[in-house]
Structures are given as structure tokens and as C-alpha cells.
């Protein structure tokens, strides 16, 4: 593919919340008619990074462009337009209750065209063919269930014909038949409809099915932005191989195969201790650096669980 291509341009966004850096520098691209997939564990950066690609956000450092334009310059109307043109599908479908699925998917078109009543309610109905869902058109999103809400979500964001979908958790809190039928779903649309697709999950079975690439996010860096051929090499390096891998790359097999032990998980010596934590005790001190040991008879030990158990009775 050329640089022409290229749909999203992400680079070295650097995002802040008071002290606490949440994105460090974020660097990808998403090309038209690929699938690139965000995943990281809980907390790496992946929602955040959806709000800067829909311009819900914009970064302290670094750049956003869709269609070859930076969003953060754009102004309210500039920018609606610009969303026009993509369709997002939230994690819970995000669909009115008081409106019927057909309703949910014409508002869509009412807002944003002029067209008469009886051509959106033919396109809904295309869009709702699209996602298999015609038969549903007249239930309320009490009616249905969840698998068929976030369908009705994405033939919603369906609507306007975009060129690029963005997904949010679309496997999230369906059964692993359901799941299954959206990730097919994800495929077909994309294969069809020629659109660009942006999916953060952290379900491996829906990133290994869907991913034409994937980026994975940690503590707010990307340590890995590869074909999904580089990451099922990952997952699969062998047991006793591991160490010829780097530290980043043990970590990312670790996050593929969900395994309990490994950097992802390790706690190192220096962390802050429980002792600090709890009471303020420079934890080093009373054990000279050691993580566990005897205070029965140290004097230190002894200062450490007086201040424990020194509180005061309620009566």
C-alpha cells in the first residue's frame, strides 16, 4: 500500500492527566481497508487512544491526522464534518431506549441528510441487512440481546457510509458463539466495504481472528506495531526458548497467552513496600533492605508493630 493510503496518522502523541502520563509518545498508521488492532492490559492507554483518533481528545505533544488533516486544528464545524465520514460502534451499543432499532439506525440519517422519509427507511433497512438484523427492525433495545445490540450499533454506525469504523470492545460480555458471529461480521464489512477498521479489545481470540496488524500498548508506549503473522510468532515462541527474547517481547508473550507469571506481572525489590504504604515506615529500614524478615526480637521490628496495633478502641 502507499502513503496515500493511509487513512490515520498517529504520531508521537504524548498525553498527561495531572502527573500521571497516560500516552508516551503513540506512533502508528491505519491504512485503508486493513483491520489494526489496539490491545494492552487494563489501564495502557487503549480508550485513550480511541478519544484522540475521534477527536474527543487532543494530545499535549504530537499529532493526529484523519484524511491527511490534524484534528486538534480543526474547528467544531471542521471537525463534525470529519466524523462524518466514520462510523463508531460502542462498547455497549450505546442505542436509545425509546426508539426502535429502525429508529436508532434512521436518526443517524435525519440528523446529517436531507433525504426524504422513504429513502431512509429503505437504506435502513439496507444497513440492517448488512448486519443481518432486518427481522429486528421494530424491537426495542430491551427486546433483544446483546449480541444483536451491538449489531444494531454497528449497522447505526453503518449509516452515513463511512470510510473508517472504529470498535470499542465489540466482543465485550457476549458468549463465545456470539463473539465469534461479530468477529465475522468485522471481517465481511471491511472485505466488502472497502472501509478502514479500528478495534481495541483485549480478547486474543477476536485480535488473532479480525487483525491484518496489531498494536500493543503498555504503560502508555507501544511496544510492538507489526503484521499479526509477528505476534502469533510471539505467542508461540517456545517455552525454552524465552530467553534469547528481550524483556518487551516476554511481555507481549505473556499478554497473548495469558499467562499468570512473567514481566508483565513481576513486582521488582524496589517497589514501595506494604509497610510504606501502610504506615508511612520506609520499609528498607527495618529490614535493611531485605523484602521478609524476623521482628519478633529487633528493635526496629518491635517500634513496627507497636505503631501497627496502636489504635485506639471504639467504645
Not at 441487512?129 to 444494531?152: C, H, N, T
Not at 523484602?291 to 529487633?298: D, I, K, L, Y
Amino acid at each position: 500500500m502507499s502513503e496515500s493510503d493511509i487513512v490515520i496518522s498517529m504520531r508521537d502523541v504524548v498525553k498527561t492527566f495531572g502527573d500521571q502520563v497516560v500516552l508516551d509518545g503513540v506512533t502508528f498508521d491505519v491504512r485503508r481497508g486493513e483491520t489494526v488492532v489496539i490491545m494492552g492490559g487494563s489501564g495502557c492507554g487503549k480508550s485513550t487512544t480511541l478519544r484522540h483518533l475521534v477527536g474527543s481528545l487532543n494530545p499535549d505533544e504530537g499529532s493526529v491526522e484523519v484524511f491527511g488533516r490534524d484534528i486538534a486544528m480543526l474547528d467544531e464545524a471542521e471537525l463534525n464534518e470529519v466524523r462524518k465520514r466514520f462510523g463508531i460502534l460502542f462498547q455497549s451499543g450505546a442505542l436509545f431506549n425509546s426508539m426502535t432499532v429502525s429508529e436508532n439506525v434512521g436518526l443517524i440519517l435525519e440528523e446529517h441528510t436531507e433525504l426524504d422519509a422513504s429513502i431512509i427507511d429503505m437504506m435502513v433497512k439496507i444497513k440492517l441487512e448488512l448486519v443481518d438484523l432486518r427481522e429486528a427492525a421494530e424491537k426495542y433495545p430491551a427486546q433483544i440481546s446483546g449480541g444483536m445490540k451491538k449489531r444494531a450499533g454497528l449497522a447505526r454506525a453503518l449509516a452515513l457510509d463511512p470510510e473508517i469504523l472504529f470498535y470499542d470492545e465489540p466482543s465485550a460480555g457476549l458468549d463465545p458463539v456470539t463473539s465469534a458471529a461479530i468477529d465475522q461480521l468485522i471481517i465481511d464489512l471491511t472485505t466488502r466495504l472497502g472501509v478502514a477498521s479500528v478495534v481495541v479489545t483485549h480478547e486474543m481470540d477476536s485480535a488473532f481472528t479480525i487483525a491484518d496488524r496489531m498494536v500493543m500498548l503498555h504503560h502508555g508506549r507501544v511496544l510492538m506495531n507489526a503484521p499479526r503473522a509477528e505476534f502469533e510468532r510471539l505467542r508461540d515462541y517456545p517455552e525454552d526458548q524465552i530467553g534469547e527474547l528481550n524483556e518487551d517481547h516476554r511481555l507481549i508473550r505473556q499478554f497473548l497467552r495469558g499467562d499468570p507469571d512473567g514481566p508483565m506481572t513481576d513486582h521488582g525489590a524496589g517497589g514501595n513496600s506494604y509497610a510504606n504504604d501502610l504506615l508511612g515506615i520506609d520499609n528498607s529500614k527495618l529490614t535493611g533492605g531485605r523484602s521478609v524478615q524476623s521482628t519478633r526480637n529487633s528493635a526496629s521490628g518491635q517500634g513496627f508493630w507497636r505503631k501497627l496495633f496502636s489504635w485506639r478502641a471504639v467504645k
